[in-house]
T-cell receptor, first 115, second 113 residues
Framework: DAGVTQSPTHLIKTRGQHVTLRCSPI?????VSWYQQVLGQGPQFIFQ???????GRGNFPDRFSARQFPNYSSELNVNALLLGDSALYLC??????????????FGNGTRLTVT | DQQVKQNSPSLSVQEGRISILNCDYT??????FLWYKKYPAEGPTFLIS?????DKNEDGRFTVFLNKSAKHLSLHIVPSQPGDSAVYFC????????????FGTGTRLQVTL
């Protein structure tokens, strides 16, 4: 079975530009979450979507937005990129939104570098 | 404000011995705790979890212990194997927000021959 897939794997952008990151969850998983991992830190929660609705948002500015499509795939958008947005962006899926019996399964991430 | 803390950035253990990774938390609303393992260039992989109604959970070589009064949990790996060498993250969530995990900064475990 395919795991969580993310694209692209690497991306280089310039300050002020916009970026779109994509995620396909494990088949049958209806919940997608996005995390940002800065070098030397643990992943930090950005968004959770379940059944195409936003169910949670972390402490990130409005430059960050996301959406979930009818096939449960998801996009993370970041506008007006800053140098500090350089990080590994991880997508995770689970069968249900907030069940203790469905832990998050992570993709391998998109490495974003802002120059 | 670091709500989940892993105070040991690295740990080296001999193959066959026990590895003990520690994690402390400050948020008393956390009631679900997980450990993830991460290899370079891969996403975190779920290892084991424990809810606050338990104080121990075992899965093969991995055991997680939870001490709620001390707000402390630990992961024991017995016996340690070279393939266990990775970065281990402790994570926690509050009731009803199992997808909103708060992670620690990770502990790099190296299992030597």
């Amino acid at each position: 079975d395919a795991g969580v897939t993310q694209s692209p794997t690497h991306l280089i952008k310039t300050r002020g530009q916009h970026v779109t990151l994509r995620c396909s969850p494990i088949s049958g998983h209806k919940s997608v979450s996005w995390y940002q991992q800065v070098l030397g830190q643990g992943p930090q929660f950005i968004f959770q979507y379940y059944e195409k609705e936003e169910r949670g948002r972390g402490n990130f500015p409005d430059r960050f937005s996301a959406r979930q499509f009818p096939n449960y795939s998801s996009e993370l958008n970041v506008n007006a990129l800053l140098l500090g947005d350089s990080a590994l962006y991880l997508c995770a899926s689970s069968t249900r939104g907030n069940s203790y019996n469905s832990p998050l399964h992570f993709g391998n991430g998109t490495r974003l570098t802002v120059t | 404000d670091q709500q989940v803390k892993q105070n040991s950035p690295s740990l080296s253990v001999q193959e066959g011995r026990i590895s003990i990774l520690n994690c402390d938390y400050t948020n008393s609303m956390f009631d679900y705790f997980l450990w993830y393992k991460k290899y370079p260039a891969e996403g975190p992989t779920f290892l084991i979890s424990i809810s606050s109604i338990k104080d121990k959970n075992e899965d093969g070589r991995f055991t997680v212990f939870l001490n709620k009064s001390a707000k402390h949990l630990s992961l024991h790996i017995v016996p340690s194997q070279p393939g266990d060498s990775a970065v281990y993250f402790c994570a926690a969530s509050e009731t009803g927000t199992a997808s909103k995990l708060t992670f620690g900064t990770g502990t790099r475990l190296q299992v030597t021959l």
